[in-house]
């Protein structure tokens, strides 16, 4: 069973950093291109950056861009997302989801239970 | 960047009726469009990909239709667990995207 299991969610103060792991089980994390991709409490759905199965590539949306990196360890079957420089609108549930593969297309057929992050003094 | 603009953002119907929620892409996606279903407190749930094309485990009472820039998500017979609130997403080209939502209540 794919399982995708986010931690280090948390309370950290404006312009503070903080890291978010995700742990994959139930599949092989080194053949998919994973995302990271957030939900602001009673708001919408936000990407927020993708990471390719080798971790050569990786792109973010301009809200997080010079700010968040994403990473992985294959070898760990773990995802990570460090989020520096924390502002308030950074406030969310951040999801861990498993890009489709082999597919042209971007979509996300597994999700985590998310985990979330608050910013605030 | 590509906007996608769903309508309507809420929607009232009772079990047993027929919905249908539109999409629009600020620019064609082909058939780059996805649907997922999101319940309160819970991650989303990829119901479409590739605009109609039904992911396993989800009831055939679900279809999705469009291509280019129109996008249509179409429940029959409304069952009590269908009400949720809906998200399209186009699947082109980055940075991915989502539509605001549609809240699907019970009338």
């Known amino acids: 069973e794919v399982q995708l299991v986010e931690s280090g969610g948390g309370l950290v103060e404006p312009g503070g950093s903080l890291r978010v792991s995700c742990a994959a089980s139930?599949?092989?994390?080194?053949?998919?291109?994973m995302n990271w991709v957030r939900q602001a409490p009673g708001k919408g759905l936000e990407w927020v950056s993708s990471?390719?199965?080798?971790?050569?590539?990786?792109v973010y949306a301009d809200s997080v861009k010079g700010r968040f990196t994403v990473s992985r360890d294959n070898a760990k079957n773990s995802l990570y997302v460090q989020m520096n420089s924390l502002r308030a609108d950074d406030t969310a549930t951040y999801y861990c989801?498993?890009?489709?593969?082999?597919?042209?297309?971007?979509?996300?057929?597994?999700w985590g239970q998310g985990a979330l992050v608050t910013v605030s003094s | 960047d590509i906007q996608m603009t769903q309508s309507p953002s809420s929607v009232s119907a009772s079990v047993g009726d027929r919905v249908t929620i539109t999409c629009r892409a600020s620019?064609?996606?082909?058939?780059?469009l996805v649907w997922y279903q999101q319940k309160p407190g819970k991650a989303p749930r990829l119901l479409i990909y590739?605009?109609?094309t039904l992911q396993g485990g989800v009831p055939s009472r679900f279809s999705g239709s469009g291509s280019g820039t129109d996008f249509t998500l179409t429940i029959t017979s409304l069952q009590p667990e269908d009400f949720a609130t809906y998200y399209c997403?186009?699947?082109?080209?980055?940075?991915?995207?989502f539509g605001q939502g549609t809240r699907l209540e019970i009338k």
């Open positions: 590739d605009a109609s």
């Open positions: 620019q064609d996606i082909s058939s780059w």
């Open positions: 989801t498993r890009e489709f593969q082999p597919h042209t297309g971007r979509h996300f057929d597994y």
């Open positions: 139930g599949f092989s994390l080194s053949t998919h291109t």
């Open positions: 997403q186009q699947a082109d080209s980055y940075p991915i995207s």
């Open positions: 990471i390719s199965s080798t971790g050569t590539f990786t």
